[in-house]
């Protein structure tokens, strides 16, 4: 019904920038909040940034300053720009979206399949 497609993903420097994007598609009436996730080996995932469509947000505190987060309603797409990234990040990122379906009277939760992103020290 709806599909949740990354890009951007990679491998970079620790101190390097990547440029993750999620594009949703399908019976969308509208989107609720869109996520990203992200899942480290051996730990659960986390959730990293989210924003709302009235456009407020939430950050992870390890990455606050320097993760953002935007989105595009009009392409139902979101964003994440992560700067001066640390091993630490490493990870595969998940996109997540709220989705309002069909005719907007059923609400469903989708995700990506996820995108590595590798920092290396």
Known sequence: QVQLVESGGGLVQAGGSLRLSCVASGSI????????YRQAPGKQRELVARIRSGGSTYYLDSVKGRFTISRDNAKNTVYLEMNTLKPEDTGVYYCNAEVMIGTGLLRNNYWGHGTQVTVSS
């Open 29 to 36: 009436f509208s989107i609720n909040h869109m996520g990203w």
